[in-house]
């Protein structure tokens, strides 16, 4: 009703407060999710994106982001749709990192015109990074013969349940180089001029935010409200966008109708526990 009643006085006579936009992104970066285990992807954020850009007297666009990485794929989707909402509705970005910004994270917070950063936060960890198990030993100790048909020499690429082989690591290798090439020539377009000269920046070691911004990984360090405060006014007002949401205000990661509702929910259930994993696995590498 307040808010109501405010758009309805002329604005030369409302409080000269300046608002800006808040989106958050963060958690491990992985495709799918679900209800039930949302993560962090194109799919989940876009519509906070699309809401914060569209909002026309904001001056900037402020996000936060908290990754510790996941898929390259979907954090360059990500860095993508941020630039092109940018140059779209002509919108200055500050990305603000908390815990982490590290791998794809810091991919996303290429997309800032700006990146702030928390001192003792974690920035960096430009590479590319490949894991899984293998079960080979383990099958023959309990007696279990696994067997695979395939139309295809290398169908069965990198196969938990089979020995290493050393041309499908050359493979892999090979592909991680790609990637990893993709990701430098990012950070040296979007840092141009602001990065050291520093061997190890492309390493894939990863700083606090101070030797971040010593680096040129980062343009500044502190948190978004003082620093925007600093910048836009003490009426400064920080508005939350979110996407959106179901009854019980959990984020929804798209739209699905109600056939097949219990399958649904099993499939999460599995796929939650391995994305848990892996999720833990990802925070792990940064001692969160």
Do not use: C
């Amino acid at each position: 009703m307040a808010g109501l009643l405010k758009r309805m006085i002329p604005k030369r006579f409302r409080k000269q407060e300046v608002i800006i936009p808040v989106v958050r992104l963060h958690g491990a970066i992985m495709a799918g999710g679900s209800q039930f285990r949302p993560v962090l992807n194109l799919a989940a954020v876009a519509t906070a994106l699309e809401k914060a850009f569209s909002m026309k007297d904001a001056p900037a666009i402020a996000i936060s982001v908290n990754s510790p990485g996941g898929s390259p794929v979907q954090s360059r989707m990500i860095f993508q749709r941020i630039r092109d909402l940018s140059r779209e509705k002509q919108k200055k970005v500050l990305v603000f990192v908390e815990d982490v910004a590290a791998s794809g994270g810091y991919m996303i917070a290429l997309a800032g015109d700006e990146i702030i950063a928390d001192p003792t936060s974690i920035v960096g960890s430009i590479g590319v990074v490949s894991g899984g198990f293998g079960f080979p030993e383990m099958l023959k100790k309990i007696g279990v013969e696994r067997r695979v048909y395939t139309a295809g020499e290398n169908k069965v690429l990198l196969d938990p349940f089979q020995p290493e082989k050393e041309k499908d690591i050359e493979y892999l290798k090979g592909l991680q180089l790609e990637i990893h090439k993709v990701f430098i020539d990012m950070v040296k377009e979007r840092r141009a001029t602001k990065l050291a000269e520093d061997d190890t920046i492309f390493s894939g070691l990863f700083w606090t935010g101070t030797r971040g911004l010593e680096l040129g990984l980062v343009d500044g360090l502190g948190d978004m409200r003082q620093e925007l405060k600093q910048r836009f006014g003490e009426k400064v007002k920080l508005e939350l966008v979110s996407g959106a949401r179901d009854f019980f205000g959990r984020r929804l990661p798209g739209v699905a109708s109600a056939a097949g509702l219990g399958e649904r929910v099993a499939a999460s259930a599995v796929s939650g526990l391995v994305e848990t994993v892996e999720e833990k696995a990802l925070w792990a590498r940064y001692g969160l």
